[in-house]
Nanobody, 118 residues
């Protein structure tokens, strides 16, 4: 069974920083892509940042220049360094992973809350 466990969320003041981590329980395979989504109250879930097994990254326009996504050597742990946080970054952040073998499989973490407020 594949599990994704997020950590690192919390309350931070505007302009502050947080580092989110997502650890995958899978050991036999490396995920093809991993990323972070977020969902604010009353809004749809949106992609924040993604990273492929080859290291290519993509970011939502709203976080470019402030957030950085990275993976460890085993490529089954993903991080999101969030700097210069704004109140509009407040959301539940979800880890996402895609595994492509014979078929595509998608996995989601339970989410970690990020609140940016004075």
């Amino acid at each position: 069974q594949v599990q994704l466990v997020e950590s690192g969320g919390g309350l931070v003041q505007p302009g502050g920083s947080l580092r989110l981590s997502c650890a995958a329980s899978v050991s036999r395979f490396s995920f093809n892509e991993m990323g972070w989504y977020r969902q604010a109250p009353g809004k749809q879930r949106e992609l924040v940042a993604g990273i492929s097994s080859g290291g290519s990254t993509n970011y939502a326009d709203s976080v470019k220049g402030r957030f950085t996504i990275s993976r460890d050597a085993g490529k089954n742990t993903v991080y999101l360094q969030m700097n210069s946080l704004k109140p509009e970054d407040t959301a539940v952040y979800y880890c996402n992973a895609i595994l492509r073998l014979i078929r595509r499989s998608d996995y989601w973490g339970q989410g970690t809350q990020v609140i940016v407020s004075s």
